[in-house]
């Protein structure tokens, strides 16, 4: 594009020039545009604070000024490959700035001598560029031109000032670069402008000045606009593709081959890429004038436009210009071409030197762009130089606790739960050289106790016993089971295992007569005790001696500051991984996690994809509904917004977050109100989000993270685990919605349009059951033909069922349901065929049911086809089809009416699934099962696996430093167990029954309303109706018209944009999902004696492994946990 501005072109004629300088603008405003548009997307969708200084618009100024000076003024008077390779002189201020910062870095001198050669080579660049054009021109307006050329690369280099403004220590410097951060879109919506505005206006003033007229713009014949026009956009997309590339190469962890390589030979390869024609058509004259044809007869010959037709083609011409390009200097002079080559290398070699420490940077999984490149905006002019000037890293290391909740739970779940920690503690060893992550286990065993009859001991249950059997079981290879701490607490008892690579699993029994139980108590208690007082008591006691100083000393104030620093940072690189007693999970899933809280420091949770598991029809129902609401649901949340719920059974928190401001503390209200204990403890995970998410942390999906989870596998457990979620789901709904205005203020993931998103959503969840019914009556009406026996037939049943669920018992309800989900399916199977069928007989598919039926099976297969290793159950979408009815009718009905019903409703009752040991006595259950049978000691016992050999270790901590005071301290008032009080019970039934009355009859009360409007215009005819011509399957008109009520067409295409939307969310969440896992996959791979996954499976009781696993470990004995 500068060569057809410069003189030296037959392309573009003299007093066509302002065109190609107007392109030459275009391509510079290119990427300024873009990061605009996306600065504006951006502040749409997120919150975004304003910027408290200027300075940084000085500098923007500068650095466009110097970019438009520097390609539109200067570079048109040079040769092509002076102007491919000048670009790498931009590199001068950031050696200065790198050899400047290593006199502030603490580790002085380190990486000193790369930048300074780099300086060296770049004047010494400049220098033999000022003498080989002097040579050519010695006149005022070369020097100007040359002057202008090196004043815009200085200027240019100014661009990544903030790569190393942190390096300097300077307040000032460090103020600005936290401004730029805060609020980094508006800061680039006024880059953009300034940039935009500063190259209209060098280019707009130049074309004057210069002796040229705007108004031959439009005179320009249409093949050379052509020519000039698609130049532009092969440059722009070009740089936008390759800017792309360069950010994913790095985040897949390709930087070396598929970044650093690339980009340094890119500026060679162009150069090559242009001289090559040039030398291709000096020898093909060559054979046409003879063997005496010379170079400098050859230069003659394109300078003076001999040889070239009128007619010849646009490439020719462009080659011609080229080489014109290259004329001026004597092709046969090897000083001229010393001097040319000497500068063009010498700038090259300094912009490798001075980036030649990315070559060692240890980048992370899907580093965040932010800290990946310096500025988000790149460089149209000169692409690879910039791209490579504007990188930074973080490392972090991190700490995790694995969390895991159990009540009821099976051998056989009990068995993948343990499996799964000891397979992160082979993935993961407690002293493994990669040194990324460390975990501790955590089970917390809810109400684990019962009552001896005769005695007034309690032992552990049936359940907890089977916990033990089955860590005995995974233990089966081992020589010998390494000793474990048996200890008293004042909530019942902990036991401390040494898992075999020296992880810690803790296992602490809860009794309900000395503790609250329930699920939501256990994560309180694990929330205060792991983060509350395990990672703050170490910094406490140092906060507690500075606050009793009088005058504390400056050097005691400043290590407070960075004890308090400190204390911060751990909290933000502390990971609770939350998990139920029946998930099954690979250590990749975890790891996977653990990245996006890593890149994200704004992330509070992450989950991943959640697999439920069983056999069976309710089970098959269940894995396509839990795909299809991953795949669209939560794809859509993410990209648009943020999730709202991270489910309880597999989900990684940010120990910051949880103990951030009204999130820890307020999720230990007691609830005191019939919608506390809808909201509060049927559905505490999402609760939980709800909290952070109103306190401004963002919530993640990552769908290459996979976990599974046993799903209700009777018709009967299905409905009452879905009586919890529905109203929980949809009151912390309601509440996120409510504090809307005040939640996308605080929180940047929530915006006024993802308010709206959810507000469409819940409309559509809430008028769920009557278009359901509507759907119903089509169908019926393809059968019964009567309009209003249809009528009849969609209404009166789910009124009937309404009616009987407000006098029936429970599982008299369920019974019912299930009978009717039968006959619902027969008739979803009628309305399917219906449809077909009318397409068959009507001719046409362009009827509103029709295109929604094709729309919904086109997507749902594309979906399932973008999910390969997923793609299977879309076998089970024709029955999650035909119990459509079941799950978004009948079900909503039971759960609405059931709202008072706040037990939990899985897991109530069953035994284990286990045989048991042959009786035993106490001592030696205490010993062989390795757990505390009875709570009569005041010390810690160490047991080895035949129970002999035992050894009383006496508790040598003093009171207040023992962990086991989180229960008896001030955050006992959490965890005391809740005093009976029937007459209060009593109240919050009658408040429960009072909240479902009036939460029914508003939510009916909207169905009914809006199945009257349609049923209604239905009724009153072609008068409110839309007519729509008909077309046959050929998508010709016919005579005849299709009548659609408005009512029903503006729901029908509402329904249809959300799930667009919902798709469209999906897709751009694949491909970055892609990434992240091919970057997972690459790293893994190259660590070696890393185990695979596959390398541990379960096989029902079977734990198959390496046969050194287990053995030979040394027996260890447990300190306790501080």
């Known amino acids: ?587 990749s899933a975890v790891m996977l996690l653990i990245d996006r809280l890593v890149r994200y420091p704004d992330v509070g949770a992450a989950c991943g994809r959640i697999h439920p598991t069983g056999t069976g029809p309710m089970v098959w129902y269940q894995k396509f509904e839990y795909a299809v609401g991953h795949w669209l649901q939560k794809t859509a949340e993410h990209v648009f917004g943020c999730v709202l719920c991270s489910p309880g059974c597999f989900s990684l928190f940010r120990g910051a977050a949880l103990m951030d401001d009204n999130v820890m503390k307020r999720y230990t209200i007691k609830a005191s109100e019939a919608a506390h204990y809808v909201q509060y403890d049927q559905g505490e995970d999402r609760w939980l989000c709800t909290l952070l998410l109103q306190q401004g942390w963002r919530v993640e999906y990552n769908a290459a993270s996979d976990a599974y989870t046993n799903a209700p596998q009777d018709f009967k457990e299905f409905y009452n685990q879905r009586r919890r979620w529905g109203p929980s789901t949809m009151a912390n709904t309601i509440d996120l919605l409510g504090s809307g205005s005040l939640t996308s203020k605080r929180n940047r993931s929530i915006s006024q349009p993802f308010i709206l998103y959810q507000v469409l959503s819940m409309a559509a969840s809430i008028l769920g059951p009557a278009t359901i019914c509507l759907m119903l009556s089509g169908s019926a009406l393809q059968i019964f033909i009567d309009a209003n026996l249809a009528l009849a037939f969609a209404v009166v049943p789910p009124v009937i069922y309404l009616i009987l669920c407000f006098k029936l018992k429970s599982d008299t309800q369920i019974t019912i349901a299930a009978v009717l989900s039968v006959l619902y399916a027969f008739l979803m199977i009628a309305t399917a065929l219906s449809i077909i069928g009318n397409m068959v007989t009507e001719n046409t598919v362009w009827t509103p049911s029709a295109l929604f039926l094709i729309f919904m099976v086109l997507m749902n297969v594309i979906t399932a086809a973008l999910h390969p290793k997923e793609f299977p159950l879309i076998i089970y979408g024709f029955l999650y089809f035909i119990c459509i009815p079941s799950g978004y009718l009948l079900l909503t009905i039971y759960s609405m009416v059931n709202m008072n019903n706040v037990s939990w409703g899985t897991r109530e009752t069953g035994g284990p699934a286990a045989p048991k040991p042959p009786t035993q006595t106490i001592t030696q259950r205490i010993l062989q099962a390795k757990c505390c049978k009875c709570l009569c000691w005041d010390c810690g016992k160490l047991a080895d696996q035949n129970g002999q050999g035992t050894e009383t270790v006496a508790m040598t901590k003093k009171p207040e430093d023992n962990p086991d005071r989180i229960c008896q301290g001030n955050d006992g008032v959490y965890l005391e167990p809740l005093p009976e009080d029937k007459q209060k019970k009593q109240k919050i039934a009658n408040d429960l029954l009072d909240l479902r009355n009036k939460v029914t009859f508003v939510f009916f009360i909207c169905n009914a309303l809006w199945l009257v409007a349609t049923f209604t215009l239905q009724l009153i005819g072609s008068s409110v109706t839309i007519k729509i011509p008909k077309l046959n399957i050929n998508l010709t008109q016919t005579s005849e018209y299709i009548f659609i009520d408005p009512i029903g067409l503006m729901f029908l295409l509402g329904f249809t944009s959300l799930l667009l939307i919902q798709f469209l969310g999906m897709f751009y969440h694949r491909v970055y999902t892609l990434i992240h896992f091919v970057a997972f996959s690459s790293m893994e791979s190259k660590t070696s004696g890393r185990p695979s996954d596959d390398n541990m499976t379960v096989n029902r009781h079977i734990f198959v492994d390496d046969e050194h696993m287990f053995s030979g470990q040394k027996k260890r004995t447990l300190l306790g946990s501080f």
């Open 1 to 587: 594009l500068i060569t057809l501005s410069s003189n030296a072109t037959y392309t573009v004629l003299e007093e066509q020039k302002p065109c190609a300088l107007l392109s030459v603008s275009v391509a510079l405003i290119g990427p300024s545009v873009l990061y605009l548009i996306k600065c504006l997307w951006k502040i749409i969708f997120k919150e975004s604070k304003k910027p408290s200084r200027n300075t940084v618009m000085g500098i923007e100024f500068l650095v466009a000024f110097g970019t438009a000076i520097l390609t539109i003024v200067a570079m048109p008077f040079f040769d092509i490959v002076t102007n491919a390779m000048i670009l790498n002189s931009i590199s001068l201020l950031s050696s200065i700035f790198q050899v400047v910062a290593q006199f502030f870095a603490k580790e002085r001198k380190r990486f000193i001598v790369p930048p300074i050669i780099s300086i060296v080579l770049i004047l010494a660049g400049y220098v033999l560029f000022i003498i080989s054009y002097l040579q050519i021109r010695d006149d005022r307006e070369m020097k100007i031109r040359i002057g202008l050329a090196i004043v815009g690369t200085i200027f240019v280099s100014l661009n990544w000032w903030e790569n190393y403004s942190t390096l300097f220590r300077n307040p000032f410097l460090n103020s600005i670069s936290e401004d730029i951060a805060r609020s980094k879109n508006l800061v680039g919506i006024l880059s953009s402008v300034v940039r935009i505005l500063v190259t209209a206006a060098v280019v707009g003033a130049y074309v004057p000045l210069s002796g040229r007229d705007w108004s031959s713009v439009t005179s320009v014949p249409d093949n050379v606009r052509r020519v000039i026009w698609i130049l532009v956009g092969i440059q722009i997309v070009s740089s936008a593709l390759c800017h792309w590339f360069v950010v994913v190469a790095c985040k897949m962890h390709a930087i070396r081959r598929s970044f650093l390589l690339p980009v340094y030979l890119a500026t060679l390869g162009v150069v090559a890429a242009f001289i090559a024609p040039v030398i291709i058509f000096y020898q093909n004259l060559s054979k046409t004038n003879g063997a005496n044809y010379t170079m400098t007869e050859y230069c003659f010959d394109i300078t003076n436009g001999n040889g070239l037709s009128q007619n010849a083609v646009w490439y020719d011409k462009l080659v011609w210009d080229i080489t014109h390009s290259l004329c001026p200097n004597d092709m046969t002079n090897q000083r001229e071409i010393g001097f040319l080559v000497g500068s063009s290398l010498c700038w090259w070699l300094g912009w490798v030197l001075c980036t030649i420490y990315i070559w060692g940077l240890q980048l992370q999984r899907i580093e965040r762009t932010e800290h990946l490149l310096v500025r988000r905006m790149y460089e149209g002019a000169f692409m690879e130089q910039s791209i490579m000037l504007n990188t930074r890293v973080i490392g972090l290391h991190i700490f995790m606790f694995l969390c895991a909740t159990m009540w009821h739970e099976s051998y056989d779940e009990m068995m993948k739960m343990i499996i799964s920690m000891f397979r992160l503690d082979k993935y993961r060893p407690r002293n493994n050289t990669i040194n990324d992550v460390k975990f501790e286990s955590h089970i917390f065993f809810d109400d684990a106790f019962k009552d001896v009859k005769g005695s007034k001991e309690r032992h552990v249950n049936e359940y907890a016993e089977d916990l033990v059997e089955v860590v005995k079981e995974v233990y089966k290879k081992a020589r010998t089971l390494p000793w474990q701490r048996i200890i008293r607490t004042p909530y019942g008892g902990r036991l401390e295992y040494t898992l075999p690579h020296g992880n810690l699993l803790m296992v602490h029994f809860k009794d309900k007569d000395l503790i609250r139980h329930k699920k939501r108590w256990s994560q309180i208690m694990y929330l205060y005790y792991l983060l509350g007082w395990r990672l703050t008591t170490k910094y406490f006691k140092t906060f507690e001696d500075f606050e009793k100083q009088e005058e504390p000393f400056q050097k005691e104030v400043d290590e407070e500051f960075e004890k308090e620093g400190e204390n911060k940072k751990e909290k933000a690189n502390t990971y609770l991984l939350a998990l139920d007693g029946d998930t099954d999970f690979q250590p």
